[in-house]
């Protein structure tokens, strides 16, 4: 009932969105689709990562990612994540692009 809230949290769920996307965006290998609700689709598979290897290595970070392999038209290297608050997907951009880093030879 509180119109002006909503209002405030659909902002704030924006600035996320568009901060998040924009930020995974910017890891070399990571396709990320523009989200139009409160979560982000990616494909790893230019990477040659599969979710399952990622959400290996970010789980005991404490982020859980969801496998989007089984829906219709994608792949293995298919994942949703959530828009959480500004420091949290920071920690989250930060562990995805240490692990791509990592993983493709970019960080050596």
Do not use: M
Not at 39 to 67: H, M, N, V
């Amino acid at each position: 009932k509180d119109e002006e809230y909503l209002v405030r949290l659909q902002r704030l769920v924006q600035v996320a969105r568009h901060f998040l996307k924009n930020e995974l965006s910017q890891i070399p290998g990571l396709t990320v689709y523009t989200p139009t609700a409160n979560f982000i689709l990616a494909d790893a598979s230019t990477a040659g990562i599969t979710t399952y290897q990622l959400q290996q290595s970010l789980a005991p970070q404490g982020f859980f990612i969801r496998d989007c392999a089984n829906f219709r038209g994608l792949g293995p290297g298919f994942f949703r994540i959530s828009i959480r608050t500004r420091a949290d997907n920071q920690r989250l951009v930060n562990a995805i692009s240490d692990y791509f880093l990592n993983r493709t030879g970019g960080g050596q």
